[in-house]
RNA sequence: GCGCCCAUAGCUCAGGUGGAUAGAGCACCGGCCUUCUAAGCCGGGAGUCAAGGGUUCGAAUCCCUUUGGGCGCGCCA
């Protein structure tokens, strides 16, 4: 597939060359090298490049000189008659002018690839691990764990468009305190039927549920006090043995059902397993709400070695990390923790070691494994990321909540105290990239929408999906997922749960779609009248500079997914659909008393379904990115809806 | 106290790794449907890019300081 930009690229190349044998330039540039963008003013052509600025340096000349000498030679070089004319312009810029050959062909470039435009290899197949979401499967998702999860998924297509082989992956945090507190509520529920009826009933009628008044008794403090918890319990209680169990359980400590493992086993009772397996599933089903899947899911337990087959990879690298001095006893006790198990010594990574380059260095050495034995979460993600490496991957990303960014210097530490070990100096904390997601703040009408922390009354990502679905069944996935896509990762995210509603350019979702319903019944009438041309027509008689204009953008969606997969930033995929839209709508508005589309003319309007079929491609091809529906028609909701 | 992120039109936000006269949407005002979707288009006003300094041919963009907001600094995950 050759593109536009590469043809030009390529181009000026060739010109590189050639004026660095007649002395005009210091050296010549790869065609990778070359920076063509496209002009804010129609004036200043069809592209620009800033390559004579940065030869300038190298040459000791000004830019605008170098510029002037440059131009004749492109002219010269340009044997295929794609520019029409090279203009310097301002301290240095190069303003090219494309011939109609040359933007026309865009149109064919884009037919000719179909569903594969678009593609183009920056990441030169690297193979890079994503991981995202990773929520602990202790309740159902929310809206920030969405925001992460669409953000990573579409992350991962755009950068598989780029030509990175990407691998993502869910960590499933099955192990520790939040898994055995989630347990023990259940448990909690699971020995009380009676009481779990009269709370279910309540909360279905929408009621909340008093705690501790209508809970079971010994409820704990910090149990998980959600419905979903209750629920849980109910169908769990199918299972015959699992109550019979639990209700000889005394106490959740009660020993006689702890077993033999390095985490204290309350994570490892029946019901703590059955409870987090159910949670997952339902995750997963909230994932496929919006049409995310997972490579792999990778389950903590199996660093442990609780999983079939596994062996306790948790121990073993920090009994590695201690045997080469990267961590260390330490028998003193927290400060703050006065009823702290006066157990043995802990075991301290050395984040703060000065063999770790300033950037990656902690504040303080953390503790890996506690007084007691038992491991804590950052070990178990050291070994993670080890066996992430393990694996061959070249480069790590992880998509967290921004809460955790106090995390990220830590854990690059790790992997270069890893690499230090293991003796390979490719495993550095560059190798990890974190991408930060910012909060989002549920609105309805402008107004938060309250969200009880304790009391597990809080609007799940299911709910703002069902809230904002209004006619089409993916409607509100595809509303969620190109509303949380409007927003770089790094920007907080106001969410507005009836903007999300709205079809208006609030919500750039349908404009996008409109165009491509538009598109395609444009084409659907050319078919019933039959005045389709053939697929490699030829677009000749497109003389517009309206369409000139919309040839150039549908070229550049390569461009935009190269950017975007390099910075990590799917965003811009987002915007670069809506200004196309924008540029089509009016485009389609302008000219429909004197050009439309399906006209008298037959070189015309032949020309003119060549680029409606580009454009189809290209806005069908960027929403599939985006993991968004792409319409083939669309119709007028009803008045009522847009009134209350 | 220390660290990270953010600050651009009345509001919500873009701004292609330092480039030409800083752009959209919403809101407000005025126009456009017997035709291939008005979920659309055309026109209008609106800015000390938080403040101050620095780097250079050139800064919304890079560096420092200040102010204002968000978040983090556990033998939690």
């Known amino acids: 597939m050759t593109t536009l930009h590469e043809r030009i690229r390529g181009l000026l190349s060739r010109a590189t060359a050639a004026a660095l044998a007649e002395g005009a330039l210091p050296q010549a540039l790869a065609p990778r090298d070359i920076q063509l963008e496209r002009p804010r003013q129609a004036s200043h052509g069809d592209m620009a490049t800033n390559l004579c600025f940065a030869l300038a340096k190298a040459a000791g000349k000004n830019p605008r000189a170098l510029a002037d000498a440059f131009a004749p030679i492109v002219r010269q070089v340009d044997t295929d008659g794609w520019i029409q004319s090279v203009a310097v312009a301002g301290p240095g810029f190069l303003n090219l002018r494309l011939s109609d050959a040359a933007w026309q062909a865009s149109v064919t470039d884009v037919l000719n690839a179909a569903g594969d435009f678009g593609r183009c290899d920056v990441g030169g197949s690297e193979r890079v691990l994503l991981e995202f979401v990773s ?28 030509g990175f082989d990407v691998t993502t992956e869910y960590y499933i945090n099955n192990v520790g305190n939040q898994v055995g507190k989630l347990g023990e509520s259940v448990w909690c529920w699971l020995r009380e039927p009676e009481a779990r009826a009269a709370a279910l009933g309540v909360w279905a009628k929408g009621d909340p549920v008093p705690f501790p008044d209508q809970f079971p008794k010994d409820f704990p403090e910090d149990g998980y006090r959600g419905a979903y918890i209750a629920e849980c319990a109910e169908a769990l209680a199918e299972d015959e043995l699992l109550v019979a169990q639990a209700r000889q359980m005394t106490s959740w400590e009660d020993p006689r059902w702890a077993s033999d493992n390095p985490t204290g086993g309350l994570d490892n009772r029946l019901v703590s397993i059955r409870a987090w397996q159910m949670q997952l599933k339902r995750i997963q089903a909230d994932l496929a709400l919006l049409d995310i899947q997972f490579n792999e899911f990778f389950s903590e337990r199996r660093l442990h070695g609780l999983d079939p087959g596994s062996h306790d990879a948790v121990k073993d690298v920090a009994r590695r990390l201690v045997a080469a001095d990267w961590a260390y006893e330490d028998a003193s006790q927290p400060a703050d923790d006065e009823d702290a198990t006066p157990a043995g010594k802990a075991i301290f990574f050395r984040g703060t070691s000065e063999l770790l380059p300033k950037a990656f260095r902690d504040t303080k050495d953390r503790v890996i494994i506690r007084g007691d034995g038992r ?6 993600d050291i070994a993670y990321h080890d066996n992430k490496l393990a694996r061959g991957f070249d480069h790590l990303i992880n998509v967290l ?20 070990l293991r003796g390979d100096a490719r495993w550095t904390g560059e190798r990890l990239e974190v991408i930060l997601v910012q909060m989002v703040a549920l609105l309805r009408d402008g107004k938060p929408v309250p969200m009880g922390k304790r009391s597990g009354e809080f609007v799940t990502l299911r709910d703002v999906i069902d809230e904002v679905t209004t006619g089409e069944p993916t409607s509100g996935r595809d509303a969620v997922r190109f509303l949380f896509l409007m927003r770089k990762a790094d920007a907080q995210l106001d969410f507005d749960l009836e903007v999300a509603r709205r079809t208006s350019m609030d919500n750039p979702v349908y404009y ?35 369409e000139r204009a919309l040839a150039l953008a549908i070229a550049e969606l390569p461009e935009v997914i190269a950017r975007a997969a390099r910075a990590r930033e799917p965003h811009q995929v987002a915007y670069y659909l809506t200004d196309l839209c924008r540029a089509f709508h009016g485009y389609y508005s302008r000219h429909k008393a004197d050009a439309r589309v399906i006209g008298e003319d037959d070189a015309e309007t032949h020309a003119r379904l060549q680029l409606v079929r580009a454009l189809k491609q290209v806005i069908g091809n960027g929403l599939r990115l985006l993991g968004v529906s792409a319409p083939e028609r669309m119709n007028a ?6 009134g209350e």
């Not at 499967?137 to 297509?157: F, I, K, S």
């Not at 909540?401 to 230090?420: C, F, M, Q």
């Open 135 to 162: 929520a602990n499967p202790t309740g159902p998702m929310h809206v920030g764990h969405g925001r992460g999860a669409v953000l990573g998924d579409t992350l991962a297509r755009v950068m598989r468009h780029a």
């Open 512 to 546: 996008v779609q409109y165009g491509h319903a538009r598109l395609c019944s444009i084409l659907e009438r050319a078919e019933k009248e039959g005045r389709l041309p053939p697929l490699d027509a030829v677009p000749t008689a497109l003389a517009l500079e309206d």
């Open 401 to 420: 909540g921004a809460d955790h960014h106090g995390y990220v210097s830590r854990l690059k530490g790790v992997i270069e105290a890893l690499g230090k």
């Open 375 to 380: 491991p804590t979460y950052f070990a178990a």
């Open 637 to 642: 909701l009803p008045e009522t809806e847009a």
